[in-house]
């Protein structure tokens, strides 16, 4: 659950639906300048390959389906737990990407490869090594590293993630034709960072969670935020995306990468007034509703 105070009220976005956002803009990826996903390099159905890809940046957050079916109560505010309060058990977040990567491994196993590698740079910045180019924006200007009592956790599951890649990407080349093509570098470099792209975009919408380029952190959608080696063309050509907030839920961003100008960007939340005691109950007998708000993304003037 993202959880972000905001004016007098608290939104909550559950991280099923921020991950439909991402898969959202990753479906509205590509126009003149970036390349559509899937059309990064050669490959015999490239609309295949970007049908897997944007189910893997849509579903990238499905292990915790069942977490937020029934979340637990954060003793602070009797609201459900937010994310940083449930990671801070590092177990708890590791079960969250073993349960994830497999739910579609023989359905869908590039998809799965591609959560697979969403877990495992996050999970190698905490140990300290990374590799820059993959370094996802969350840990951008603040590393993070964990402590000790914890590096048993990150390493097991680390461990876990190769030994995953291995058999993915084994089953991927006897499958042979755009599955093969798939886990190239060539593809498989871009649509990883496309992954850890679309969902720090997502964050930024979603939560308060992404740091900014300069002052306090606002959250959804009012930071301006940076995201660099962003692939253009190829996995050759990267660029920097800047966002910049224009108010009521515009958004600039320059250079613009979606295929349509004005996009609109729909994003399912929760509003609770935060004098509102104990609306936990109220949640989880669904009596509380959810709406949609909206941000647009605009082309640079």
């Known amino acids: 659950m993202l959880k972000t105070p905001d004016i007098g009220t608290i939104r909550l976005v559950t991280q ?3 991950a439909a956002v991402s898969g959202y803009m990753a479906a509205h990826w590509g126009n003149e300048e970036f390349s559509k ?3 990064f390099d050669n490959s015999s159905e490239p609309e295949q390959l970007a049908a897997e890809t944007i189910f893997g940046i849509a579903e990238h957050d499905n292990g915790w389906w069942e977490w937020e079916a029934s979340p637990p109560v954060s003793a ?5 737990k937010g994310l940083t309060e449930v990671l801070s058990i590092p177990e708890q977040g590791a079960q969250r990407w073993r349960i ?3 739910r579609f491994e023989e359905s869908h196993p590039y998809a799965s490869l591609l959560i697979n590698f969403q877990a495992y740079w996050l999970y190698r910045a905490q140990q300290g090594e990374v590799d820059e180019k993959f ?3 969350l840990f951008r200007g603040k590393p993070y590293v964990i402590n000790e009592e914890s590096r048993p956790v990150v390493s097991s599951l680390i461990e876990t993630l190769n ?3 291995k058999d993915l990407k084994q089953r991927l080349e006897k499958l042979e034709g755009w599955q093969k093509d798939a886990i190239q570098p060539s593809n498989l470099q871009p649509h990883v960072k496309m992954l850890q792209t679309l969902d720090a975009i997502s964050l930024s919408l979603c939560s308060d969670l992404l740091p900014p380029l300069s002052g306090e952190t606002k959250g959804l959608g009012r930071d301006e935020v940076e995201f660099l080696d962003i692939p253009r063309r190829n996995w050759d050509d990267r660029v920097t995306l800047q966002f910049h907030p224009l108010g009521e839920g515009r958004i600039e961003c320059n250079p613009y990468p979606f295929d349509e100008d004005n996009l609109v960007v729909p994003v399912v939340v929760t509003d609770l007034k935060d004098d509102t005691p104990n609306e936990v109950h109220q949640i989880k007998e669904y009596r509380v509703p959810k709406k949609i708000v909206t941000f647009t993304f605009q082309r640079p003037k």
Do not use: F, V
């Not at 602070?76 to 459900?80: E, G, I, N, T």
């Open 76 to 80: 602070s505010d009797k609201l459900p």
């Open 100 to 102: 994830g990567i497999r």
């Open 163 to 165: 030994q995953q890649q």
């Open 135 to 137: 370094l996802h924006p």
């Open 37 to 39: 996903l899937g059309y």
């Open 16 to 18: 099923p639906d921020h």
